[in-house]
């Protein structure tokens, strides 16, 4: 079975950093491009950041970059979304998901997600 579990998120205030986290089963791991999404209410699910299945390869929303760093733990099996200098419009619920080959920013084209961890970020 093919799990996702995201960890990590909380209440922080405005310039403060939170690390996610996102435990994935191993044949995912090893097979697929991992990627972070985020919906805040009432908006849709937006890309956040990918990294590919060699973890050689990163990418980032401009509204991210410089601020938040993907990065992944082989022995771990795990996924981190590191966020720093926090501001309140990253207030959302942030999603780990998997797809095959290339990354991508498109939602849709990923076929695993997590359940999803809270953010909110105070001013």
């Known amino acids: 079975q093919v799990q996702l579990v995201e960890s990590g998120g909380g209440l922080v205030q405005a310039g403060d950093s939170l690390r996610l986290s996102c435990a994935a089963s191993?044949?995912?791991?090893?097979?697929?491009?991992l990627g972070w999404f985020r919906q805040a209410p009432g908006k849709e699910r937006e890309f956040v950041a990918a990294?590919?299945?060699?973890?050689?390869?990163?990418y980032y929303s401009d509204s991210v970059k410089g601020r938040f760093t993907i990065s992944k733990d082989n022995a771990k099996n795990t996924v981190y979304l590191q966020m720093n200098s926090l501001k309140p419009e990253d207030t959302a619920v942030y999603y780990c998901a998997a797809k095959s080959y290339t990354a991508d920013i498109v939602a849709s084209f990923y076929d695993y997600w997590g359940q999803g961890t809270q953010v909110t970020v105070s001013s």
């Open positions: 191993g044949r995912i791991f090893s097979s697929y491009t």
């Open positions: 990294i590919s299945r060699s973890g050689a390869s990163t």
